[in-house]
């Protein structure tokens, strides 16, 4: 490294400045016990961690970020570790959705203000990622992604049973008397058994893998179980990493582009990927100024088989993902279809396909072949349009109930998904197999954030009856982990007057996913009518950040980000006056 090198990094206008300012940075930093010697021009890297009690799956990252440490140091690089805020879906209310935005503003700010040359980013719980992704997006420092890994498989009388996906079923078992209230509280540890974040093909997998599809987390290291000291081993590496990436100038802007979005949207189809990456994925790309539209994941997608066979869609957990080649594996078999852009440059400073040239698929029941699928091309994320989704609605066919696909039935119209459950047990409630379930209001500003509540137990009686799945209608967001023939993210919500707010009881709504359509069968006059007649719901927040969200936060086929937010602001900063 040359004087020259090391006087233009950016941490050197704190650590490298002359006279009051230098002594001031220096030695306040000081008091923590570095020597002089630190202050040299090494590159000076961020640590930014999500690690909270209050968010269970990040509540590791402290000593995820000691090995990302210990990587930088022995790169010749400065590592210092600050906190960011966690938004755990867990147990944050309404949603955690409603603060990553929050979250991505303050990653960025943190980035930005401090005297870093590059970053690790410590995330783990579904919302961390892409928060994460899109603060670092917008500044663009050179940045690595470390997730916190899945839980180990939860085991349950002699099975495994996945996070989130069988609190659904347990739910179930419960109201149908196939359970006891002591056999589920038992089963409550047997699912959460070690730290890490949900091991099905939840949101957080999902958002996982799609940071290394993206190239921005390094090859293999999605899946490895939190617990696994080869997860501390990734975060070591990326450490290294880090401080090569700062040399190179390797920055998000480089990977981030419209092919590595391609990629991951296939990516996104062949895991069986949630839902909630539609909205995350064209936020991040709307930080670094990439085109990405709702359409894209239909039509993207739609050449691409299910590979993998995972809760909710399948039967495996991230664990057995992990030892079955995990996502290096998945991505070699599109590489060899042709179904990738291999020459993407990556986090590594190599490409896609040179990272995944010797990925190997260990077990062909968790990671199928190209040619023999879980699940047929075609089966992913299906895109919705008509009369009552105009700007969009999604659909997860691969964990839908085939003959449920295509349907009309009479809607039952819920203007919160509280009024739902306050109902959803009563014996008397004027619902059948074949009605169609609206529940409104649970958009970005209508709740505000856009909640997981789409994916609505049954009720009661039909449970009980044998029924398992029934069409749902919501402009709210379903978790990864979840089920069922519903249609989630209908643009415009029903909040700023979006057809979902027009539907009565009775309507006919028709599903026909085959051919991508959602649409109210009541003709253009009577919803002229009703239109005229509708008058906006009162606003439930209006202080605070709560007021800043619906002020400015997007619709979901826009990415529920702030408009404000979109695009790259970059790294440069005022001189102080020190």
């Not at 582009?257 to 995350?280: K, P, Q």
Request: proline letters at 6%; aromatic letters at 6%; charged letters at 20%.
């Amino acid at each position: 490294m040359t004087d020259g090198q090391k006087t233009n990094r950016r941490s050197q206008a704190w650590f490298g400045a002359q006279g009051r300012s230098g002594m001031v940075y220096r030695s306040w930093m000081r008091n923590q016990g570095f020597g002089h010697e630190v202050f040299d021009g090494r590159p000076v890297i961020g640590i930014a961690t999500s690690a909270s009690e209050l968010a269970p799956c990040n509540a590791h990252l402290t000593r995820v970020a000691e090995a990302a440490k210990r990587g930088v140091w022995q790169a010749g690089g400065l590592p210092l570790q600050f906190p960011t805020m966690a938004t755990g879906e867990t147990l944050m209310r309404p949603t955690a959705m409603l603060y990553r935005n929050l979250m991505a503003m303050e990653v960025e700010e943190l980035i930005r203000a401090n005297p870093l040359d590059g970053v690790v980013l410590l995330s783990g719980c579904d919302k961390t990622t892409p928060a994460m992704l899109m603060g670092a997006a917008s500044v663009d420092l050179p940045a690595v992604m470390v997730t916190g890994g899945p839980m180990l498989n939860g085991k349950y009388r002699g099975r495994d049973v996945g996070s989130g996906t069988q609190v659904w079923k347990f739910e179930e078992d419960l109201k149908t008397g196939r359970m006891t209230e002591e056999e589920c509280f038992f089963a409550e540890g047997c699912m959460a058994r070690s730290n890490g974040h949900c091991m099905t093909m939840g949101t957080a997998s999902t958002m996982a893998c799609l940071a290394e599809a993206l190239g921005m987390q390094l090859p293999g290291s999605a899946a490895w179980p939190a617990v696994d000291s080869r997860r501390m081993e990734v975060a070591q590496a990326a450490g290294q990493r880090i401080v090569q990436m700062v040399e190179e100038e390797l920055r998000p802007s480089r990977i981030l582009t419209r092919e590595a979005f391609e990629n991951a949207v296939r990516v996104n189809a062949a895991i069986g990927g949630s839902t909630n990456a539609v909205i995350h994925l064209i936020a991040i790309a709307g930080r670094v100024g990439v085109e990405l539209d709702l359409r894209d994941f239909d039509g993207l997608a739609r050449a691409v088989p299910t590979l993998v066979n995972l809760m909710p869609s399948g039967t495996y957990l991230m664990e057995d993902f992990c030892y079955a080649g995990g996502l290096p594996a998945v991505m070699a078999e599109l590489l060899s279809g042709k179904l990738l852009h291999g020459g993407l440059i990556t986090v590594t400073g190599r490409t896609i396909a040179e990272n995944t040239e010797n990925a190997e698929r260990v077990d062909s029941d968790v990671i199928t072949r190209l040619d023999a699928p879980f699940q047929p091309a075609g089966t992913g994320i299906a895109v919705l349009r008509g009369n009552l989704c105009p700007d969009g609605a999604v659909v997860k066919q691969s964990a839908a109930s085939p003959h449920l696909l295509t349907h009309r039935g009479p809607a039952r119209v819920f203007d919160s998904p509280e009024a739902y459950h306050d109902v959803v047990d009563d014996p008397e409630l004027d619902i059948d197999e074949n009605t169609v379930i609206v529940i409104r209001n649970a958009g970005p500003k209508g709740y505000p954030g856009m909640p997981e509540v789409a994916n609505v137990p049954l009720p009661g009686k039909l449970l009980k009856a044998g029924v398992k799945d029934m069409v749902r209608v919501c402009d709210g967001r379903m978790s990864g982990t979840g089920y069922g023939t519903v249609v989630l993210h209908v643009a415009p919500e029903a909040a700023v007057g979006g057809p979902l707010a027009l539907v009565h009881d009775g309507d006919p709504v028709v599903l026909d996913v085959p051919n991508r359509t959602l649409r109210l069968d009541v003709d253009d006059a009577e919803l002229t009518r009703r239109r005229h007649a509708w008058k906006a719901p009162a606003e439930r927040h209006l202080g605070g950040y709560s007021w800043l969200y619906t002020q400015n936060v997007e619709q979901a086929d826009q990415g529920a980000d702030f408009g404000f937010l979109r695009g790259s602001r970059g790294h440069e900063v005022p001189r102080d006056s020190h």
